[in-house]
């Protein structure tokens, strides 16, 4: 029976991406009623948004899908190393299809607001469609990266032409051919989306403010023989990918960075460069801790850029030098630095030249006026609580979260915070989340909440809380661990940079993937030290 129509369930979850559909099956699977609320009209979160053009994951497909039911892994199979945005999709709607879950999700419904009632420690959960329901346990599977970020730019409202966000993108895509196109922004989603859209535009003007480090995807179709092998071999490639630092099996060379030949030293360079992507940021542990590391993968990677680009005056200004390698995520390309030999593409440096307004048929910066037909907008997100923040929660005494992380987000363990008990959050701040594989990171964190929900109802309790002194540990122990790495020089949206006004933390566990789900489990073991276990008076 579908529970759309329950007003009082065990679990509201609130997203219905990848982490908030394990969610359900989770905890349906443990015999709870859950109620699954989804602003979208459909399944898939990230990737039912982000349609732009060359929208692919950057952590391989075959590591980037779930891996709590082997019956899932066989019977799907990826076609490329890096899969586009619409497989993804296809796989979520598989799976959602599968495990019968659109049943209980009550989707183009956004949660407004979740109060607590301190005497029941039962939650009231509000949506947009002013509905209201009520439950014991509430899970944000909101996402890190659902809160789309558009600057304030002066004008921009004035503008005549077309106006894209990478995003939100029409569903029935884009042509750009034979129109003048601006892309603002040369982050993850501008670095894809550029060298597609440069072969449609008539002209392409690219805005960019901080140059990015991308390295190729070396993205192509698998073998079959590379299928059969994942396939035969998955529980191995999973167990290293548990154990890693970033959610995927691959490890980093054994040797740190200075100790290594020149010889040995350049021969990793190259296999990473050749895995392509993100994952060159940890060719070697000390990579992301060392400075000099850090210097050698940089100059490695500014060789290989230099040979791509014909114009050296471009290379100046497409290659970063305001911080370290990996201090933001590395972009994972296509072709990202070839598209500015290209004669229909204009590169502009906001840096030197600001845009200062738009107008109804164009920008305008410092220097210049830019007539353009269409514009998008690839400026990133209100990383991992802007969407938090559009939720009134009301936890004890009528405390708002929001007003408790006006100085930056507090929790422990990235699960919950303290004055909000039975509130968890999934992949939410104070975790690695964005910093791992995020579909085994979503896993593993709702494995923990239902674990924490079964241990409460062997021990007749109602519901769990961390303590005040656990959240405050917990992130003094973030901060600490974040300020020995070179992560908090960088101003990027892991520190809140990317919104004007937004306090300055770096807002994950920097810890490694494995390390942390170590410090969870054992958490756990011990009766869930740091938190308190309540029963109604
Ligand atoms: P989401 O997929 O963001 O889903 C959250 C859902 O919650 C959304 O559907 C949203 O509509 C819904 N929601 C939010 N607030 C409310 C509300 N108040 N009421 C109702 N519904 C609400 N990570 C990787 O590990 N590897 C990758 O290769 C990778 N590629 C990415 C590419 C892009 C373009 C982007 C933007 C992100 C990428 N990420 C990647 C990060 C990605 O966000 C995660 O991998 C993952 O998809 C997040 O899943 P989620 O379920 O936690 O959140
Ligand atoms: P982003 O990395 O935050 O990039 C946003 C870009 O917009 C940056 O270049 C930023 O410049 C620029 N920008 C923002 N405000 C601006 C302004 N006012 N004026 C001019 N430029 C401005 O966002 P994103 O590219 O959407 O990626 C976000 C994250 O999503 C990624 O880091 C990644 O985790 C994930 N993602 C992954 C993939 C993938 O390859 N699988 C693809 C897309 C996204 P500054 O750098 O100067 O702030």
């Given at each position: 029976?579908?529970?759309?129509?329950?007003?009082?369930?065990?679990?509201?979850?609130?997203?219905?991406?990848?982490?908030?559909?394990?969610?359900?099956?989770?905890?349906?699977?443990?015999?709870?009623?859950?109620?699954?609320?989804?602003?979208?009209?459909?399944?898939?979160?990230?990737?039912?948004?982000?349609?732009?053009?060359?929208?692919?994951?950057?952590?391989?497909?075959?590591?980037?899908?779930?891996?709590?039911?082997?019956?899932?892994?066989?019977?799907?199979?990826?076609?490329?190393?890096?899969?586009?945005?619409?497989?993804?999709?296809?796989?979520?709607?598989?799976?959602?299809?599968?495990?019968?879950?659109?049943?209980?999700?009550?989707?183009?419904?956004?949660?407004?607001?979740?109060?607590?009632?301190?005497?029941?420690?039962?939650?009231?959960?509000?949506?947009?469609?002013?509905?209201?329901?009520?439950?014991?346990?509430?899970?944000?599977?909101?996402?890190?990266?659902?809160?789309?970020?558009?600057?304030?730019?002066?004008?921009?409202?004035?503008?005549?032409?077309?106006?894209?966000?990478?995003?939100?993108?029409?569903?029935?895509?884009?042509?750009?051919?034979?129109?003048?196109?601006?892309?603002i922004g040369t982050g993850s989603s501008g670095v894809q989306s550029i060298p597609i859209i440069a072969e449609q535009a008539e002209h392409l003007y690219v805005f960019q403010r901080t140059p990015n480090y991308s390295v190729p995807a070396g993205n192509r179709p698998l073998t079959a023989e590379e299928i059969?092998?994942?396939?035969?071999?998955?529980?191995?490639?999973?167990?290293?990918?548990?154990?890693?630092?970033?959610?995927?099996?691959?490890?980093?060379?054994?040797?740190?960075?200075?100790?290594?030949?020149?010889?040995?030293?350049?021969?990793?360079?190259?296999?990473?460069?050749?895995?392509?992507?993100?994952?060159?940021?940890?060719?070697?542990?000390?990579?992301?801790?060392?400075?000099?590391?850090?210097?050698?993968?940089?100059?490695?990677?500014?060789?290989?850029?230099?040979?791509?680009?014909?114009?050296?005056?471009?290379?100046?200004?497409?290659?970063?030098?305001?911080?370290?390698?990996?201090?933001?995520?590395?972009?994972?390309?296509?072709?990202?630095?070839?598209?500015?030999?290209?004669?229909?593409?204009?590169?502009?440096?906001?840096?030197?030249?600001?845009?200062?307004?738009?107008?109804?048929?164009?920008?305008?910066?410092?220097?210049?006026?830019?007539?353009?037909?269409?514009?998008?907008?690839?400026?990133?997100?209100?990383?991992?609580?802007?969407?938090?923040?559009?939720?009134?929660?009301?936890?004890?005494?009528?405390?708002?979260?929001?007003?408790?992380?006006?100085?930056?987000?507090?929790?422990?363990?990235?699960?919950?915070?303290?004055?909000?008990?039975?509130?968890?959050?999934?992949?939410?701040?104070?975790?690695?989340?964005?910093?791992?594989?995020?579909?085994?990171?979503?896993?593993?964190?709702?494995?923990?909440?239902?674990?924490?929900?079964?241990?409460?109802?062997?021990?007749?309790?109602?519901?769990?809380?961390?303590?005040?002194?656990?959240?405050?540990?917990?992130?003094?122990?973030?901060?600490?661990?974040?300020?020995?790495?070179?992560?908090?020089?960088?101003?990027?949206?892991?520190?809140?940079?990317?919104?004007?006004?937004?306090?300055?933390?770096?807002?994950?566990?920097?810890?490694?993937?494995?390390?942390?789900?170590?410090?969870?489990?054992?958490?756990?073991?011990?009766?869930?030290?740091?938190?308190?276990?309540?029963?109604?008076?």
């Open positions: 029976m579908s529970s759309e129509s329950k007003t009082s369930v065990d679990v509201v979850v609130v997203g219905a991406g990848f982490a908030g559909l394990y969610a359900l099956h989770k905890f349906r699977s443990q015999g709870l009623s859950v109620r699954v609320f989804e602003g979208a009209p459909d399944v898939g979160g990230t990737w039912y948004y982000n349609r732009y053009p060359g929208a692919r994951c950057d952590v391989e497909s075959v590591d980037y899908c779930y891996s709590f039911s082997d019956e899932l892994q066989q019977e799907w199979t990826w076609t490329e190393k890096y899969a586009t945005q619409s497989e993804i999709l296809a796989y979520i709607n598989w799976v959602a299809d599968k495990l019968d879950l659109r049943r209980d999700i009550t989707f183009n419904t956004r949660v407004t607001g979740a109060v607590l009632d301190e005497q029941r420690l039962r939650w009231t959960v509000s949506t947009d469609t002013d509905e209201t329901v009520e439950a014991r346990f509430v899970v944000m599977a909101t996402g890190p990266l659902s809160a789309a970020m558009t600057p304030d730019f002066k004008g921009l409202d004035t503008f005549g032409g077309e106006v894209y966000h990478t995003a939100h993108w029409p569903h029935e895509g884009v042509d750009f051919t034979g129109k003048r196109v601006a892309v059969a092998d994942t396939k035969a071999n998955y529980a191995e490639r999973r167990r290293m990918s548990w154990r890693s630092g970033g959610g995927s099996p691959h490890v980093a060379h054994p040797k740190l960075t200075m100790e290594a030949t020149p010889e040995e030293r350049r021969a990793a360079f190259e296999k990473r460069w050749e895995l392509g992507g993100v994952l060159f940021s940890k060719t070697f542990t000390d990579q992301m801790v060392s400075l000099e590391a850090n210097e050698e993968a940089r100059k490695f990677y500014e060789e290989k850029i230099r040979s791509v680009i014909d114009d050296p005056e471009l290379a100046e200004l497409l290659i970063p030098n305001d911080h370290p390698i990996g201090t933001k995520r590395i972009c994972t390309d296509s072709n990202y630095f070839q598209t500015f030999n290209r004669p229909n593409v204009t590169l502009i440096s906001v840096k030197k030249t600001p845009i200062e307004s738009i107008d109804a048929t164009g920008i305008a910066t410092s220097e210049a006026h830019f007539e353009i037909d269409a514009l998008v907008l690839a400026t990133g997100f209100d990383a991992m609580t802007g969407t938090l923040a559009k939720i009134d929660i009301v936890g004890r005494g009528g405390r708002r979260l929001v007003d408790d992380w006006v100085d930056g987000p507090r929790t422990y363990l990235g699960l919950g915070t303290d004055g909000f008990p039975n509130l968890f959050l999934v992949s939410g701040p104070g975790a690695p989340a964005v910093l791992a594989n995020m579909v085994l990171h979503a896993e593993a964190h709702v494995n923990w909440i239902a674990d924490a929900i079964e241990y409460l109802d062997d021990g007749g309790y109602d519901a769990i809380e961390p303590t005040t002194e656990a959240v405050d540990n917990w992130i003094a122990e973030c901060a600490q661990r974040a300020e020995a790495t070179l992560f908090t020089r960088a101003n990027s949206w892991y520190m809140g940079a990317n919104v004007p006004g937004k306090p300055r933390q770096f807002m994950l566990f920097i810890g490694g993937f494995g390390t942390y789900l170590d410090i969870c489990s054992e958490v756990a073991a011990a009766g869930y030290k740091g938190f308190d276990l309540l029963k109604v008076p």
